[in-house]
């Protein structure tokens, strides 16, 4: 099994590629921290390429999603699983954020996972078999106050990959669409750092990469649909009202 992975140089892209060498699978990483990839596949049993490459370069350079998907199946064969996890955050107020910035997060975490996912298609659709995981976000179901732009992208990313699903299943494809909540990792460390300090932040559920990334390997060996974690944080998918009036008035300030 080949499973290529956008972000494994840290956090749940990390902890994702770790549980599948774990599980024996040739994996393909990506992200623009080199260093990281190379010691993440130091000693791997399966097999494992790393590309160093920034997903979103900009208007001005062409978009590398093609190209990495070519050369990854060049190194290691047909893509059996595609993991869209790379992303970027910016907690700000919309009018304090600067728009290059907001648009590249769009670009990021909205777009780089969609041109992904049609870069591996045409393959997996003439092999009819394949799987594709595209970690949104709770932000895109509970939009938070001060971050405008990534709530967006993460409602429009889960969007997109929970329409997908049934788009692909006739052609023996399985689309996974993962909603974590908190989970402990470098972004969400910094995102904490924005917040001022409140019962809501010091005492909100939070998980584990290592926990999540067992539950989507798990979820893609099942044909799970979608993957809420941690679980508390599923009443907000039946109850989005309530969730939503929660994020709205107990989002604690910007510090
Ligand atoms: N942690 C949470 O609480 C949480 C909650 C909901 C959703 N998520 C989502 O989970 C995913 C992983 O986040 P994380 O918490 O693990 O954060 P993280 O530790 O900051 O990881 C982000 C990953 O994305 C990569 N990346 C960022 N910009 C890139 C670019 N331009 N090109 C290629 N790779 C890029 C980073 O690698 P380089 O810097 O080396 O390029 C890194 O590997 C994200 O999509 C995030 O939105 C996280």
């Known amino acids: 099994m080949h499973v290529l992975i956008t972000g494994a140089s840290s956090g749940i892209g990390e902890a994702i590629a770790r549980e599948y060498l774990k599980r024996n699978a040739d994996i393909t990483v ?4 080199k260093d990281r990839l190379d010691e993440l596949c130091a000693g791997a049993q399966s097999g ?3 590309i160093a490459a920034d997903l979103a370069p900009g208007r001005s350079t062409a978009d590398p999603c093609a190209a990495v998907v070519a050369e990854a ?5 047909p893509i059996d699983v595609l993991i869209n996890n790379a992303g970027m955050q910016i907690v700000d107020s ?16 909205l777009m780089v996972p969609l041109r992904m996912s049609k870069a591996v298609l045409p393959g997996m659709m003439q092999r009819r078999h394949g799987a594709i995981v595209d970690i949104a976000s709770m932000a895109g179901i509970m939009p938070t106050p001060q971050m405008s732009y990534y709530s967006a992208s993460k409602g429009g990313l889960g969007a997109a990959s929970e329409g ?3 788009e692909l299943r006739p052609h023996g494809i399985h689309v ?14 910094a995102a904490r750092e924005k917040f001022a300090s409140s019962p809501a932040t010091r005492y909100m559920p939070t998980g584990t990469p290592a ?17 809420i974690y941690p679980r508390v944080y599923g009443l907000s998918r039946h109850l989005p009202n309530l969730g939503r009036w929660l994020t709205d008035r107990f ?5």
């Open 30 to 33: 990506v992200a623009r921290r």
């Open 48 to 50: 494992t390429h790393v």
């Open 73 to 77: 199946i060049a190194a290691l064969g």
């Open 94 to 109: 919309l009018v304090n954020t600067n728009i290059a910035d907001g648009e590249r997060l769009i670009e990021l975490n």
């Open 164 to 166: 997908l699903r049934g």
């Open 176 to 189: 996974l669409t993962v909603y974590p909540g908190p989970v402990s990792s470098d972004m969400e460390s």
């Open 211 to 227: 926990e999540l990334a067992r539950l989507i390997a798990d979820g893609v060996e099942r044909k799970t649909d979608r993957i």
């Open 251 to 255: 989002t604690p300030s910007l510090k």
